[in-house]
């Protein structure tokens, strides 16, 4: 129905920057928010930044000042610019987006994208 594939994870030194990348296809009629989530080793997954589709933001304390969501609709992709990246940022980094395909909302998750903070 809905497949989003993630891109731009890599490895950098800290104080670096990556752009993640997810671009939304499939069965899609609309897509109301879009997010990045990530999880460390042994950790939860967390939000990290959240978008509406009317651009309205919002961020994990941890990246604010550091991190910044974008989306183009016509494109139906989601973007997360990282700069200033932490060793603490290391996770692997999910997209998330709420998608309505046939009449009905449903919650979509890409494969994950490693990010790598070497100090």
């Known amino acids: 129905q809905v497949q989003l594939v993630e891109s731009g994870g890599g490895l950098v030194q800290a104080g670096g920057s990556l752009r993640l990348s997810c671009a939304a296809s499939g069965s899609i009629f609309s897509i109301n928010a879009m997010g990045w989530y990530r999880q460390a080793p042994g950790k939860q997954r967390e939000l990290v930044a959240a978008?509406?589709?009317?651009?309205?933001?919002n961020y994990a304390d941890s990246v604010k000042g550091r991190f910044t969501i974008s989306r183009d609709n016509a494109k139906n992709t989601v973007y997360l610019q990282m700069n200033s990246l932490k060793p603490e940022d290391t996770a692997v980094y999910y997209c998330?987006?709420?998608?309505?395909?046939?009449?009905?909302?449903?919650?979509?998750w890409g494969q994950g994208t490693q990010v790598t903070v070497s100090s």
């Open positions: 978008i509406t589709g009317g651009g309205s933001t």
């Open positions: 998330r987006a709420d998608a309505v395909v046939a009449d009905e909302m449903g919650d979509y």
